[in-house]
T-cell receptor, first 114, second 116 residues
Framework: DSGVTQTPKHLITATGQRVTLRCSPRSGDLSVYWYQQSLDQGLQFLIQYYNGEERAKGNILERFSAQQFPDLHSELNLSSLELGDSALYFC?????????????FGEGSRLTVL | AQTVTQSQPEMSVQEAETVTLSCTYDTSENNYYLFWYKQPPSRQMILVIRQEAYKQQNATENRFSVNFQKAAKSFSLKISDSQLGDTAMYFCAFMKLGGSQGNLIFGKGTKLSVKP
């Protein structure tokens, strides 16, 4: 158990809908990262938050947004969903980005868009 | 931009044998970390081993060791005495240090099957 909690574990929805994925980092970790894993694109970095502030952005679509709350949990919002958004979405956390460089991953949220 | 390449989509090994997974990367950075992550069927990403670029000594974690060749930008993973539980996807990853970019860049992965 990595200590990173993601909900929901599975989610099925329809095209055009909006979903929210939630992540609770390990106790004491200030950085949260979101990754998308799909068959064709592999594992891709989406976005990073550190202590409530956006720190880095990767290949995140404009239809997607995220935030980190004062209690350090994070949410990834996916809107106007398309079939191609079906993927496994991982959250990871670390104490900060300059410590050991190690990220701790949650078990992922499997999103299926029909 | 950094890239990570794993040239072996699939590999298999007999139980108790040794297997080596290949990884090459491209970067102009001098300070970075390299990782091997394991993703078993349970799908959670698990850190196997980590190498700091400034360290010449190859990292070792029990049955797992790496061959880090900085000049060649090569970072292979050797699994000794393979066990059935080693069956998983293995991802090589790069992380730049410094600045505000702390994200991991992953390779496409190698699917390893350990056969009894």
């Amino acid at each position: 158990d990595s200590g990173v909690t993601q909900t929901p574990k599975h989610l099925i929805t329809a095209t055009g809908q909006r979903v929210t994925l939630r992540c609770s980092p390990r106790s004491g970790d200030l950085s949260v990262y979101w990754y998308q894993q799909s068959l064709d694109q592999g594992l891709q970095f989406l976005i990073q938050y550190y202590n409530g502030e956006e720190r880095a952005k990767g290949n995140i679509l404009e239809r997607f947004s995220a935030q980190q709350f004062p209690d350090l949990h994070s949410e990834l919002n996916l809107s106007s969903l398309e079939l191609g958004d079906s993927a496994l979405y991982f959250c990871a956390s670390s104490v900060d980005q300059r410590s050991t460089g190690e990220l701790f991953f949650g078990e992922g949220s499997r999103l299926t868009v029909l | 931009a950094q890239t990570v390449t794993q040239s072996q989509p699939e590999m298999s090994v007999q139980e108790a044998e040794t297997v080596t997974l290949s990884c090459t990367y491209d970067t102009s950075e001098n300070n970075y970390y390299l990782f091997w992550y394991k993703q078993p069927p349970s799908r959670q990403m698990i850190l196997v081993i980590r190498q700091e670029a400034y360290k010449q000594q190859n990292a070792t974690e029990n049955r797992f060791s790496v061959n880090f060749q900085k000049a060649a930008k090569s970072f292979s993973l050797k699994i000794s005495d393979s066990q059935l539980g080693d069956t998983a996807m293995y991802f090589c990853a790069f992380m730049k240090l410094g600045g505000s970019q702390g994200n991991l860049i992953f390779g496409k992965g190698t699917k390893l099957s350990v056969k009894p």
